[in-house]
């Protein structure tokens, strides 16, 4: 006899909507996997960067914005386009997503001069914008609540497991077969999972029929989003914290080839390694939050500011050094320790919002982590290095997330009277956060 899981509600009640273990597990796999396409898609493009500046004599200012653009786009319309697909259908607007994405990295892969590849890039930009915030919106719906924390690390800690492999993979076939072999692996491990998808997961065995009652309740939570400094802090201080880290991740690979002298193949596969140490950093930092915060979650936000300051030395004592071995193993430290905010940053904005508007709070969530980090953070670096260089630009780089830790600071200072703001007796007991029950 089949094991089924009972989905739950952002208001907290059962849903009788029984899902097979297996079936889940399934639904899991194929939008994870497409979570990986989407930041291979987004990430081959760092690993042929040393390529595309030769042969287009492109600045790296120019670079840089190949880059920022998709992170811009994910910023402006994470939050517009999960509001249509949750009208739309999930599943169909994840299937549509994976499409625009995959056949706008084949346009890469033929464009002939920069205008195309920007033009392209931007189409990426557009079709990755919403993955992250509707994907797992569709893994929460069939599994039940008790997963839902570690269902949530694992899947963002996959998309630095996706750049890792579009990095590493992307250099390799650059390497071998061209840069634009790159680009249409990449294209073509998408449409693969996108032709896939819509024929195991369907619609009607993941939206509970009671998600319009839940929506229908969700205007006037719809102003926790942003009706308290603490969760406006958290926005901010997770988004000045990923500039850090993006714009490590993206310049890395050129970072390698300029003053470690590595072939493109061997910079992808450097840099690959970095990026996995962030992704499990991502996942034990979390960890480690949640055990020390499961009595007082406002440690949450004190080890988030440990984290900031963490890799805040780690890496600038890392790009002080002159190439070499200590300093890679130092850069590996300071990205373990600065991808660990996600965990508290997440934690945080999730207690502080309305439980039937989450998914639009991560949405917005999103959109600071791009628009403060993601995308900000590769074009600036990408200026300042034509002006003082790569190297000097990175060690200016980690001085952001001291002020990361400070805006973290101020939420620190306002998250108790922001929680207790949350608990009126209108919300009840259900309403309460988990960590806050006795």
Known sequence: MATYLASATDEGADIAHSIPRRYAWVVFALTFGLLISDYMSRQVLNAVFPLLKAEWALSDSQLGLLSGIV?????????????????????????????????????????????????????VGVGEAAYGSVGIAVVVAVFPRDMRSTLAGA???????????????????????????????????????????????????????????????????????????????????????????????????????????????????????????????????????????????????SLAIAYCLGSCVLLSIAFALPAGSAQLVLICLGMMIAAGTNGPSSAMVANLTHASVHGTAFATLTLANNLLGLATGPLITGRVSDLIGLHAAFQLVPLISIGAAAVFFLAKRHYHRDMERLQTPAQGDANVPQELKP
């Open 155 to 301: 899947f963002m800690a996959g998309g630095m497991f996706g750049s890792v492999l579009g990095m590493a993979l992307g250099g390799v076939l650059a390497q071998h077969l061209g840069w634009r072999w790159a680009f249409a692996g990449m294209a073509l491990f998408g449409l693969v999972l996108a032709a896939l998808y819509p024929l195991i997961v369907k619609e009607a065995r993941i939206a509970p029929k009671c998600a319009q009652q839940v929506q229908g309740k969700a205007s006037r939570p719809l102003r926790t989003l942003y009706s308290s400094r603490s969760v406006i802090a958290a926005y901010i201080g997770s988004g000045l914290q990923l500039f850090v880290g993006g714009t490590v991740i993206v310049w890395m690979p050129s970072y390698l080839n300029r003053y470690y002298a590595m072939s493109t193949d061997r910079a992808g596969a450097i840099a690959a390694i970095i990026v996995l140490c962030s992704g499990v950093g991502m996942i034990l930092c979390a960890m480690l939050c949640d055990r020390l915060g499961r009595q007082r979650p406002d440690r949450k936000i």
């Open 71 to 123: 992170a811009l786009m994910v910023g402006l319309l994470t939050f517009p386009l999960s509001l249509l697909a949750d009208r739309f259908g999930r599943v169909r607007s994840l299937v549509l997503m994976a499409v625009l994405w995959s056949l706008a990295t084949l346009g890469c892969a033929v464009a002939e001069n920069y205008p195309q590849m920007f033009i392209a890039r931007f189409l």
